[in-house]
DNA sequence: TAAGTCATGTAAAAAGTTACATGATTCT
DNA sequence: AGAATCATGTAACTTTTTACATGACTTA
């Protein structure tokens, strides 16, 4: 099995969830940091399911269509519990800016500064909201922030790394837009407008 | 035509090379940050020629098999620069540390330490070799590196990312075996041992 | 003599994306 | 009236990984 059969158990060792669920939760990154689409979801709780790692139960409503509700179980905490503390094996590095940047010193310098302007701007809101949640969590949450062996530790921890990857890819977009700014004419100026 | 491609023209675009040699580079994460096997590459390349973005030369060797040298065309820079300031799409967020990290308040502590510790260890490793090549690169290119209309600029400019990067993880990895280590026995004595 | 480097490919399988398919309810 | 949310699936396609296949030379 895969990683995703794990992001699914990780979310599902803290709540009940449908199908549905599980892919709005990995839509928003933090809480999970491994997107999957609904289309990849749904074969992947049958297969967990197959393999007794999870159950689910039919839930009636009102108006709406059924759902099934997922829920992990003994042998799925199991299996979760040993892949955790197995050495990842290291993933491939893939990243489309930074392989734009490679080629960088073809291109005009105004797309290039371009580029970079809006990427930093897209990640600066994103720490935005990555710090908003901190601050929720702190407040929410409490003591548990600090305790490994809750569930909130580790959702915190998790977006620890969030700020910090968002911080130094800032960093180094505005690195980069500084290096560019220097040989040309174009200053830091558009920034401040789109703003 | 996918990223793959992009990141052999962004390879071709500064000197010639065989399939094996763009699969050397891409294994090697600094010059690339796309990583890709010879199964991927070959094909790609047959790709890239037919639709004229690349050419090849056989060059015959003496007790060695025969080798195909790869050129990007000027069809290729066009394409290449074209695609440099389109912005990018947003990639899919994969980490499996990360995953690990989020479900680690269901493993034994012990466990979770040393997972940790041992991440750290790895990224420190790779945060020194990158260092190394920095100082090479600034030794060996001189001003260049702060040229933007120069390759080696764009090679700088890539490998300060991954300094970035791996710096940031560090700290995270701190943060997380601190975090554990408050709560058990074991203090960071492990670490030191072994490194 | 075994492992590693140079060198190029194909095939099968797994993982992931995009599009197809349906349908009621609620919000703007 | 149109878009978004809730809800679950399948199909076709693309991308990536792993394994198969070959073979000479070099280094430990």
Redesign the interface.
């Known amino acids: 099995m895969g990683?995703l059969g794990?992001?699914i158990?990780?979310l599902l060792?803290r709540e009940p969830l449908t199908g549905y669920d599980l892919a709005g939760q990995m839509r928003a990154?933090v809480?999970?940091?491994?997107?999957a689409r609904h289309s990849q979801i749904y074969p992947a709780l049958a297969r967990l399911e197959q393999r007794g790692l999870v159950t689910h139960q039919v839930v009636a409503q009102h108006g709406r269509p059924d759902k099934k509700v997922y829920e992990i179980t003994g042998g799925g905490?199991d299996a979760?519990?040993a892949?955790?503390?197995e050495?990842?094996?290291?993933?491939?590095?893939?990243?489309?800016?930074?392989?734009?940047?490679?080629?960088?010193?073809?291109?005009?310098?105004g797309?290039?500064l371009?580029?970079f302007q809006?990427?930093r701007r897209?990640h600066e809101e994103r720490l935005r909201d990555y710090e908003q949640t901190r601050g929720w969590m702190e407040e929410a949450w409490g003591e548990d922030v600090?305790?490994?062996?809750?569930?909130h530790?580790?959702?915190y921890?998790?977006l620890?790394?969030g700020i910090?990857?968002e911080?130094?890819?800032i960093?180094?977009c505005r690195?980069?837009t500084d290096?560019?700014g220097?040989?040309t004419d174009n200053d830091d100026a558009g920034a401040e407008v789109r703003l």
Request: hydrophobic content about 45%; charged content about 25%.
């Open positions: 990683a794990y992001a158990l990780g060792a990154r809480g999970s940091f491994w997107e905490l979760l519990r892949w955790v503390t050495p990842p094996a290291p993933r491939a590095v893939r990243d489309e800016l930074l392989l734009k940047a490679f080629s960088s010193w073809l291109a005009e310098p797309g290039v371009t580029l809006d990427e897209r600090r305790r490994p062996e809750s569930p530790f580790a959702s921890a998790v620890r790394r910090l990857q911080r130094g890819y960093e180094w690195w980069v290096s560019l220097r040989g």
